[in-house]
């Protein structure tokens, strides 16, 4: 089955994942990034005018993007698939590519890249597979190794408060999020995840908002906040092969299995959303390679 791209987001919360496992779907072919395909014109006798058919193009992907980062639905679960490629020439296995794509009919998702020259690991998540930079139009999410060997926040697409030349509290909408915080200890066996809570607002499931503005807000990890942490364990995750499976309170859950060398299967559930999920999945990977070394 062909790995199709931007097609039919918004229907993972519908399709009733939680009887359906990644083994159900044929696995994804390494090199099948939707980038390094070569397309093929549709056989289409009606023509659209460009500009109406770019608008309807950006308004479905900002309506995929919003899935992707909107929580589960409670009592729900979402099967992927991660794959994991190595990057180009000699230290490429240090700079790897990633992809995420659905359990169930193959359909990508996003990519990930592992930046190159920085101090700390960091790693770019996109929607387009085609840019990986690190302030891309298409950028979900940012993972980032803290000063603490073995652990890692995921941040939202947001500005970085550091960054700013203006006062960080005037950037206050536009301001990053933290969307999780991994942190692995006893190498590597023990595994605790943080994820803020999520709320149900008008019939909608909303994730509680992170920001850490100034250089002394409390994060996640510091228990100095009012909204509610979820945390999950896992305190004997396996390294070969890879198998951890962190779960919480009301059946919150994060497993990720090895299932062949650069194929993962990746089981999400309520309150993370697929974007939060597939960050987590990046930081236990990257702390599995620099533990092998």
Not at 44 to 58: L, Y
Not at 128 to 147: G, H, R, Y
Not at 185 to 196: E, T
Not at 211 to 216: C, F, Q
Request: aromatic share 4%; proline share 7%.
């Amino acid at each position: 089955m062909p790995i199709t791209r931007y097609s039919g987001v918004n229907s993972i919360a519908k399709a009733g994942h939680q009887g359906t496992t990644a083994m159900d779907a044929p696995a994804p072919q390494k090199g099948t990034n939707p980038a390094m395909r070569n397309s093929q014109p549709a056989n289409n006798t009606t023509r659209m005018d460009p500009r109406v058919a770019e608008a309807m193009s950006e308004a479905k992907s900002a309506a995929e993007t919003t899935d992707l980062q909107t929580p589960i639905s409670p009592g729900e679960s979402v099967q992927l698939v991660l794959t994991k490629e190595p990057g180009d020439g000699a230290l490429g296995g240090y700079f790897p590519t990633f992809s995420l794509y659905s359990g169930s009919c193959g359909e990508w998702y996003m990519c990930a890249r592992v930046r190159k020259k920085t101090t700390k690991a960091q790693i770019i998540i996109s929607r387009d597979p085609q840019d990986t930079s690190q302030n891309c139009e298409s950028l979900l999410a940012k993972v980032k190794a803290t000063e603490n060997p073995g652990e890692y926040s995921v941040w939202s697409d947001g500005v970085d408060p550091k960054n700013c030349k203006v006062h960080p509290r005037s950037l206050e909408r536009v301001v990053r999020e933290q969307l999780a915080f991994v942190r692995l200890q006893d190498n590597n066996r023990n595994v605790s995840i943080l994820v803020p809570e999520a709320l149900e607002k008008q019939g909608k499931q909303v994730r509680a908002a992170v920001k850490p503005i100034e250089v002394d807000d409390p994060q996640m990890q510091s228990g100095q906040h009012e909204y509610q942490v979820c945390e999950l364990k896992d305190g004997n995750m396996s390294s070969r092969p890879m198998k951890m499976l962190t779960e919480g309170p009301d059946g919150a859950k994060v497993e990720l299995e090895e299932k062949s060398e650069g194929e993962y299967h990746l089981t999400l559930s309520h309150p993370l959303s697929i974007t939060q999920g597939f960050g987590i999945a990046l930081s236990v990977l990257h702390a599995v390679h620099q533990g092998k070394k």
